[in-house]
């Protein structure tokens, strides 16, 4: 009971002295206040424990597993990296292509015919160069084989292969 | 700013090569990606003729409205589209301004200025435009011949400079009414 006494006066103080009991009075109050200390500080991170169980932080362990696995994030289609840069072939001189492939890929392969390192797949134009376009007139075609360009520049790196000979089909075509 | 760096890398490699209209009208779609962009410099028509070609492409309904739009393309009846059998294509073909393709097509009857005209092949079936920037009389002739005269004989159509050709293979008795009808509404 003494322990539990008010001590609002100077005169309690000096009491508690006397008697021998300041100093667990002086050890109560410091628990007292790192107790105190302790609930401040740990109340919030306990609040956002919780926040970031119920999916609305980034987690992936434990209970959260199953908020996270929700079709927005999980299932939801990737973005395809549809973005392409141009490009650009030389055939006049038929040593240098510059290509810029799609976005995640973050590089730009720089491939020189006399420089190709080993490793590098040698580029699409070049190995569907033999391909012939599909037209009627093998004749006519065979007018166009020949045909000759300085350069091309081009968007889209899947399509450039064919540029070539589909404006010989064209040509070819409105020449029937 | 990595795209500005390489939209001016192919700004300067594209000028160095002397290009004026064909640069323009690449770097306008270039960046589009529902469009295959191409540009051809001199490609060779004969021994001793080159012509700088640019190709656009629609990779679906929405983008081709849009360059049908954008070049003033007249739009096919769609039962004429939707009665072509395999392997037939309607081409139509006419002049534009050759800084500005994509402004109305010359009409019949206006001269064809060489030096600020260039010739459009369409393909609707392939949602392709071909623009022709050609700065010669020769290549001006090449391609009359080339596409426009053959697509007058196709249609048995006497028309001039300045007017609009279809071309169309193997045309099925059906789908020539159908191309003759519409042509005749020109």
């Known amino acids: ?176 | 700013m990595k795209k500005i760096v390489i939209c001016l890398f192919f700004v300067i490699a594209l000028a160095s090569t002397g290009l004026k209209a064909q640069t323009q009208l690449y770097l306008q779609y270039a960046f589009d990606k529902t469009l295959s962009v191409a540009c051809i410099i001199d490609y060779r028509l004969e021994d001793d003729m080159t012509l700088d070609v640019t190709m656009l492409q629609a990779k679906d309904d929405a983008s081709w409205d849009r360059l049908v739009a954008d070049f003033n393309v007249a739009a096919l009846p769609q039962n004429l589209l939707q009665s072509l059998a395999d392997g037939n294509e309607v081409v139509l073909t006419h002049y534009g301004m050759k800084n500005h393709p994509q402004t109305p097509a010359v009409a019949k009857g206006d001269s064809v200025d060489v030096n600020n005209s260039c010739f459009m092949g369409i393909e609707y079936r392939e949602k392709t435009i071909w623009v022709f920037h050609y700065s010669t009389p020769e290549q001006l002739d090449y391609l009359q011949g080339k596409l426009g005269l053959y697509a007058m004989e196709d249609c048995g159509k006497g028309v001039g400079i300045g007017d609009m050709f279809f071309c169309m293979n193997r045309e099925s008795d059906e789908e020539q009414g159908l191309l003759k009808s519409f042509f005749d509404k020109k």
Do not use: C
Not at chain 1, 153 to 159: A, F, K
């Open chain 1, 1 to 176: 009971m003494e322990s539990n006494r008010q001590i609002t006066s100077e005169e309690d103080v000096r009491k508690l002295i006397h008697s021998g009991q300041w100093s667990q009075h002086r050890k109560r109050v410091v628990r007292r206040v790192v107790a105190a200390g302790v609930a401040v500080v740990a109340l919030p991170l306990a609040t956002i424990g919780l926040l970031r169980q119920d999916g609305l932080g980034a987690s992936s362990s434990g209970p959260m597993v199953a908020s996270v696995e929700t079709p927005m994030s999980v299932h939801a289609p990737q973005e395809q990296p549809q973005q392409v840069e141009p490009a650009v072939k030389n055939r006049a001189h038929n040593t240098t292509v510059i290509a810029k492939n799609a976005e995640p890929r973050q590089e730009t392969a720089v491939l020189d015919s006399e420089t190709q390192p080993a490793s590098a797949q040698p580029p699409q134009e070049f190995a569907m160069a033999s391909e012939q376009p599909q037209v009627e007139r093998p004749d006519i075609l065979a007018e166009f084989q020949e045909t000759e360009y300085s350069m091309i520049v081009w968007n889209d790196y899947s399509e450039a292969d064919t540029i070539v000979d589909r404006l010989n089909h064209f040509l070819i075509k409105k020449g029937v």
